[in-house]
T-cell receptor, first 114, second 117 residues
Framework: AQTVTQSQPEMSVQEAETVTLSCTYD???????LFWYKQPPSRQMILVIR??????QNATENRFSVNFQKAAKSFSLKISDSQLGDAAMYFC???????????FGQGTRLTINP | DTAVSQTPKYLVTQMGNDKSIKCEQN?????MYWYKQDSKKFLKIMFS???????INETVPNRFSPKSPDKAHLNLHINSLELGDSAVYFC????????????????FGNGTRLTVT
């Protein structure tokens, strides 16, 4: 079974600085998708960024980018120019190509210091 | 115009009671899910329905019974509530597989915080 591990329960960063959240996963599949979701205090789950495993190019969405290392099974999220509104729980998630469900990591709580 | 709506938002009840959480989506999706988020924020799938048919049933006590009257609705009924059932329960829906990369694979409701006393 696939597993997703986020080894940083909590992270903090100064406003306007850059922070990287780590995620590793375990799978025997070669084709899959990876996602980062954000959960602010409102509890809403918001898709931040996605990556297809067959694409070597790292995905970017404005201030958010990923470092996808397929051989190492690593999928880290970099947030540049951190803003107070980025404070939230961040979840890494895995979806196998033939799978019916997302598998989530344990989450990382990100705090932004003004 | 809420896409996935679940009610109630908060539910406080005593041990032993039976309660239901309702979920509706207006996105036209065929697949709906229930996820449980525990006190440590871990999100785990419980059930999934595709067009009213149960397709995923994880290891969940049989006190939990999902019901899908139509593909736009997936309700969760919980019998004989226990303290350990306290959590946030999320309903979600997903578009057809072909759209998973143009769209989010999961659209979540805002969660129902269940507190069992």
């Amino acid at each position: 079974a696939q597993t997703v591990t986020q080894s940083q329960p909590e992270m903090s960063v100064q406003e306007a600085e850059t922070v990287t959240l780590s995620c590793t996963y375990d799978t025997s599949e070669s084709d899959y998708y990876l996602f980062w979701y954000k959960q602010p205090p409102s509890r809403q789950m918001i898709l931040v960024i996605r990556q297809e495993a067959y694409k070597q190019q790292n995905a970017t969405e404005n201030r958010f980018s990923v470092n996808f290392q397929k051989a190492a099974k690593s999928f880290s999220l970099k947030i540049s120019d951190s803003q107070l509104g980025d404070a939230a729980m961040y979840f890494c998630a895995y979806l196998g190509r033939g799978a019916q469900k997302l598998v989530f990591g344990q989450g990382t709580r990100l705090t932004i210091n003004p | 115009d809420t896409a996935v709506s679940q009610t109630p938002k908060y539910l406080v009840t005593q041990m032993g009671n039976d309660k239901s959480i309702k979920c509706e989506q207006n996105l036209g999706h065929d697949t709906m899910y229930w996820y449980k988020q525990d006190s440590k924020k871990f999100l785990k799938i419980m059930f999934s329905y595709n067009n009213k048919e149960l397709i995923i049933n994880e290891t969940v006590p049989n006190r939990f019974s999902p019901k899908s009257p139509d593909k736009a609705h997936l309700n969760l009924h919980i019998n004989s509530l226990e303290l350990g059932d306290s959590a946030v329960y999320f309903c979600a829906s997903s578009p057809t597989r072909g759209a998973w990369f143009q769209d989010s694979p999961l659209h979540f409701g805002n969660g129902t915080r269940l507190t069992v006393t």
